[in-house]
């Protein structure tokens, strides 16, 4: 049995590289970005639903009742806080569904590579006497099939009528 690729494409070595020199690009263009231990993402308050119109209300009181507001306070710093929150919104959120696709792309991809390697382990399993080296892979390859306790995809995949 023939398998099924769900995916069928390759990405050109210029455009790989011009890919990975844009996500280059964009780390320059963000050096603000912070790295956060686990617990120092503990210690931080975290927004929940609602925080958003929070932030809006509390910046209306800010401009509209700035006498009320302590000297020390920086309502600048503070607004820019929420046009930054509202751009990385931004940015995360195409980067997210750019980051699913590629995860489900390599999912589909490895599944096509996994089951033609179980194919191509099948017939090295069967042929394993009659060529010189074969021997020596297909028990190489077997460990493979071991580990997991897997089993060659082509055993496992349901036959299709024509």
């Known amino acids: 049995m023939v398998a099924r690729n769900m995916v069928k494409a390759s990405i050109p070595g210029a455009d790989l590289t011009l890919l990975l020199q844009s996500i280059g690009a964009m780390r320059t263009k963000l050096p603000f970005l912070v790295t956060l231990q686990p617990d120092e993402v503990r210690s931080l308050l975290k927004p929940h639903k609602g925080s958003a119109e929070l932030f809006d209300k509390v910046a209306q009181v ?19 806080d929420l046009k930054l929150i509202k751009d990385l919104d931004q940015i995360k959120s ?17 599944h096509d590579a996994l089951t033609t390697a179980g194919e191509i382990y099948d017939a090295a399993k069967k042929n394993r006497d009659k060529l010189p080296g074969l021997n020596v ?16 995809p082509v055993a496992t995949t349901p036959a299709t009528s024509a």
């Not at 997210?96 to 999912?107: A, R, V």
């Open 62 to 80: 800010a401009e509209g009742y700035p006498t009320i507001l302590p000297a020390v306070l920086n309502v600048a710093s503070f607004n820019q």
């Open 94 to 110: 195409q980067l997210e569904q750019l980051l699913d696709g590629i995860t489900n792309t390599i999912y589909a991809v490895q």
């Open 137 to 152: 892979l297909v028990d190489e390859m077997a460990e493979y099939y071991k580990k997991g306790k897997r089993q060659s």
